[in-house]
Structures are given as structure tokens and as C-alpha cells.
């Protein structure tokens, strides 16, 4: 509103032309400085995945930077340019896409997540020529032990594991070590190295369906009797590792963008990030990760991290299940005592983590 009353009362002062934030939302939107919340990534290995999408005739890679949320310290995407809803940010050639799967078995050859981290290390990681050919993608990646690698709780010992309390999320993490541990065994490669890979593909794949129809993700979720998501009739899946989209963050309750085919069917088909709704610059591009739908149990599950905020929660404790904790109080600490403890255990991350997820859960009980 201010930009504009300036405008009208500074006559022949062209407003809408006034700064270059492109095309996106009206006068007020277009006449307003945009208020970055990034630094921009200015490392070797950004700056080579850069060159090597521009070689392979990406599209709007100006519209985003890759940066550092002041904020919370974390890597992401943000946008540079205003947005209108439905547009297409930016898309990567299909061809720049690390599918995870062989195409000819259909996703039949990676059942489980491990299974797509032991295919991640034979086809890229530990493939010679491949490695070679993919490193600007491959050179992005976290690094153990990095500050963008973000454990799972199957990297948890016995002990930490149980302090998560909730049983459901405790039982997901053991199937997952066992899941780890028997591929392992069966391809002969150290668990050490296949649990890294498995994180690489559950926190940063894209699930692909093989044979739902491209709306499905839009209908109304259907939940079981322990308030998960139902996936319906278990379709096949193939798992792809995008470059440069992949640094997409999620957002529970915002999501402002998606990841969208283009042409699917098409040899020059394409991987998209489309506006969910206008996005003015300076924004983080943020999408809904998993089923759109996804628990804090699942996003750390998965993802390693604890959303801020997440409606979800609430649904999915009451709608309960006996792998659930039904009440407030049938945890063994108060809410407060975890505020306590957290306060107390600045310089322990791993704490840190497993109190956050307490204090999400606890906070999301209907009172
Ligand atoms: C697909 S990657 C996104 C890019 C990632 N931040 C990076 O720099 O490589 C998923 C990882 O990003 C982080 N992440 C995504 N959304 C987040 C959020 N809302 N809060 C905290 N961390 C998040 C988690 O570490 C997660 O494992």
C-alpha cells in the first residue's frame, strides 16, 4: 500500500517499473526492495553443479539462489525474482537425474530405501566412470558428519533410540537398521557405508510412481486406524535423485512450490519446481515432502529433522493406534522438563534432536 500511494502521488514516477523483480505480484509487490533472508552459496561445488545445469540447457536457474537461511543456518533454495501462482520457477532435463533403479525392472529391484542406497553406491558412488561424470552433482552432496547431514534415528544407539519415547518412530528405526544391516550382508558392502547411502536417498529421492495417475497426490489423503497415511494399492516406485531441486527444504504447513513433470512422456522430458502460490523475491522455496501429509515421526524418520510446526501432529495423536502415546501423560517427563533439558543440552545435538521431537509431539496434543 505505501509503495503505491508514493507512486500515485509522485507523478510521471512509473511504479510498476520501478525495480526489476520480474514479472510476479502487482504494484505493491514489484515497487518493494525484496528483504533477502540468505547468504548465498558461494562454494566451488555449487558454483560447478551451477555450470554444469547451464551446460545441460537448465531453465531458470537466475530465479533462485542457493544459500544459507540466516536464520537456522541451513542450505536451501531461494527465490530471486517475484512469482506468480502455477509458474515455473525453474526445470532440469531429465537426462540430468540419477534414476535409482535399473529402468528395465520396473522399481522391482530397489523394494526399500536401503535397497536404493546399495543401487545409489553400484551405479554412482562406487562406479568409476559414473562418479566421475556425476561429480558436480555428487560434490553437493552432505558429507558425514557435515552440517548438512541431518541422522535419522537408525544412526542412534540403543539407548538415545529409546529416549524418542514413541513407539512407533523407535519400531520404524529398528526395522530400518535390520533393513540395512541384511541388504548390506546380501551385496557385501560395509553397513557403515550402505547406512550413509540409504540416509542420502530417504532424505533427498524423489518417489516416483510408476503407475498412479499424475493428479493422485492432490486428492484428500486417507489415513488408517493409526492415523498414517495410506499408500494406495502400493504401487511401484522408482526413486530419482534431481540435482539442484533436490536442495528444495520442506514446509509442513507453507509450502509455496512443488515438484512438477513436465512432458513425462516425452524423450525431453523435465523436472520442475512450480508456484503454488505467488512468491515474492527474497522467499525460501520451500515444497511438502513425502506424502504432503507426513507426521513429524515420519519427516525425522526420513528426513532426520523436526519441523518447526506441523498441523499433522494433532491428526495423526488422535487418531492414535497402540504404537502411538494416547495422552500427555504417558510420557515419562513433562513438557516442561523437556524445555528443561533442552535449555541444558546446547552443545548436544543428538539430545537436542531427540528433545525436539518430545516437545513437537507433547505440544500437539488437543487440549
Ligand atoms: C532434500 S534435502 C534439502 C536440502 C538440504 N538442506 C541440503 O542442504 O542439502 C533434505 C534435508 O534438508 C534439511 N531440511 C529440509 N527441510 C527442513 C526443515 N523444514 N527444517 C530443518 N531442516 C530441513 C534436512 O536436513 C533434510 O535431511
Not at 512509473?14 to 515497487?31: D, I, L, R
Amino acid at each position: 500500500v505505501d509503495a503505491l500511494a508514493a507512486g500515485t502521488s509522485n507523478k510521471g514516477r512509473k511504479v510498476s517499473s520501478s525495480k526489476s523483480t520480474g514479472g510476479g505480484g502487482g504494484f505493491g509487490a514489484a515497487s518493494k526492495a525484496p528483504t533477502f533472508i540468505h547468504t548465498p552459496d558461494t562454494s566451488e561445488s555449487t558454483q560447478n553443479l551451477l555450470q554444469f545445469l547451464k551446460a545441460q540447457k537448465a531453465k531458470g536457474l537466475d530465479n533462485v539462489d542457493i544459500g544459507f537461511h540466516q536464520g537456522t543456518g541451513v542450505r536451501g533454495l531461494f527465490c530471486t525474482t517475484n512469482m506468480k501462482q502455477g509458474q515455473i520457477i525453474c526445470r532440469i532435463p531429465s537426462d540430468c537425474a540419477l534414476a535409482l533403479s535399473d529402468p528395465n525392472k520396473n522399481g522391482e529391484d530397489a523394494p526399500t530405501v536401503a535397497h536404493g542406497g546399495s543401487n545409489f553406491l553400484e551405479m554412482y558412488w562406487n562406479n568409476e566412470q559414473n562418479k566421475r561424470l556425476w561429480s558436480p552433482y555428487l560434490d553437493t552432496l552432505p558429507k558425514q558428519g557435515s552440517e548438512q547431514f541431518d541422522p535419522t534415528p537408525d544412526f542412534l544407539g540403543e539407548d538415545e533410540l529409546m529416549l524418542l519415547e514413541f513407539p512407533r518412530l523407535i519400531q520404524r528405526a529398528k526395522e530400518r537398521k535390520e533393513q540395512v544391516g541384511k541388504v548390506a550382508a546380501e551385496k557385501g558392502i560395509s553397513e557403515e557405508e550402505l547406512r550413509f547411502a540409504t540416509w542420502l536417498v530417504s532424505s533427498r529421492a524423489f518417489q516416483l510412481s510408476l503407475s498412479a495417475p499424475a493428479n493422485e497426490k492432490d486428492e484428500m489423503p486417507q489415513y488408517d486406524d493409526r492415523g498414517q497415511v495410506i499408500d494406495k494399492a502400493q504401487k511401484k516406485t522408482i526413486r530419482v535423485m534431481v540435482p539442484f531441486i533436490d536442495m528444495a527444504n520442506h514446509s509442513s504447513d507453507q509450502p509455496n512450490c512443488k515438484l512438477t513433470l513436465i512432458d513425462p512422456e516425452k524423450d525431453d522430458a523435465w523436472f520442475a519446481l512450480e508456484a503454488t502460490r505467488p512468491i515474492s523475491a527474497g522467499k525460501e522455496l520451500v515444497i511438502s515432502y513425502g506424502s504432503g501429509v507426513d507426521s513429524s515421526v515420519e519427516l525425522l524418520m526420513d528426513y532426520g529433522f523436526v519441523p518447526s510446526s506441523n498441523r499433522i501432529d494433532s491428526i495423526m495423536l488422535e487418531k492414535g493406534g497402540d504404537d502411538a502415546i494416547a495422552k500427555l501423560d504417558g510420557w515419562t517427563t513433562t513438557l516442561d522438563e523437556d524445555k528443561t533439558m533442552l535449555e541444558m543440552s546446547r552443545d548436544d545435538p543428538v539430545l537436542q534432536k531427540i528433545l525436539r521431537f518430545r516437545i513437537r509431539l507433547k505440544e500437539s496434543y488437543k487440549r
